[in-house]
């Protein structure tokens, strides 16, 4: 097999991982930056790698982005859960590569395929290939404003089920099919947040439409976790931020701090 351009990635978990085997099937070899790697020696070794990948959770990203080298930022791959144009727009990112992950990967096991990942971005047609070459699907974007769709869908899917999971503790097959005046409620509260976010007028009934399709397409999935509780935190404070009001996120806070 014929090596191409060597991948940096940033993070080497499950995430990292899923990715970095992709890559190599694809013919890149795999450089890992660690959490207590400098990655500045990195960067003068291979100053223009075939791509950066930062697959470190979202409570990390800030922390990331600030002190990634500079000659790496045009080949730059954000992966984060919970993230919008203003996260790479901060750190002076105007042209990221975003994959809106839609698998799970869990330790031991293979990764599970929710529906196809969307990839927009300079890198997106390698990463498309990396990841198909492990058979997790996946697909290019062509336009912004389909990347702003799935990001914001990837955010409804994610609060909404966790949030309201935080009450109904099942899989989001039960939370929406047998509690769904809360998760449409916990919804309708979360929209306008997204709206705030993104500084966009959003479509709401597609969003919610392309969240219950994500649903359906892994019923069994459990609609909670161990972030639940700081995700609905987060909200509650980007709600307080923008004057928005959330009565349910807040009793559901309230219930969980009073059980």
């Keep these: 097999m014929n090596l191409n351009d060597p991948a940096i990635i940033v993070g080497m978990g499950e995430m990292g991982g ?49 002190k990634l080298p500079s000659r790496w930022r045009d080949r730059i791959v954000l992966v984060q859960n919970e993230l919008l144009p203003r ?12 994959a809106v992950v839609w698998f799970e990967k869990k330790p031991g096991r293979a990764e599970n395929v929710i529906i196809p ?24 974007l062509t336009h912004t404003r389909d990347l702003m769709y799935e990001l914001v869908r990837k955010n409804m899917y994610i609060l ?9 503790r099942g899989n ?22 997204q709206e705030w976010l993104t500084g966009q007028e959003l479509d709401g009934d597609r969003l919610i439409t392309g969240m ?3 649903f359906d397409a892994d019923p069994d999935h459990g609609s909670t976790g161990r972030s639940a509780p700081a995700r609905l935190a987060r909200a509650i404070g980007h709600a307080d931020e923008a004057g928005i009001e959330v009565p349910k996120l807040r009793e559901i806070a309230a219930s969980i701090e009073n059980p």
Excluded: C
């Design 18 to 66: 899923s990715f970095a085997r992709g890559l190599l099937r694809s013919g890149h070899p795999v450089v890992p930056v660690l959490r207590d790697t400098d990655p500045e020696p990195i960067a003068r070794d291979i100053p223009e790698p075939a791509a950066t990948l930062v697959t470190v959770g979202e409570a990390d990203l800030d922390a990331t982005l600030a």
């Design 87 to 98: 996260n790479w727009i901060a750190h002076g990112y105007d042209n990221p590569t975003v």
């Design 117 to 140: 990942t969307p990839i927009w971005g300079p890198k997106a047609s390698m990463l498309v290939v990396a990841l198909q070459s492990v058979d997790i699907a996946a697909v290019e």
């Design 160 to 168: 909404t089920a966790n949030i309201a999971g935080l009450v109904t």
């Design 172 to 193: 989001v097959h039960d939370l929406w099919y047998n509690n769904r005046e809360l998760a449409t409620t916990v919804a309708s509260e979360i929209l306008p947040i």
């Design 212 to 214: 219950v399709e994500t």
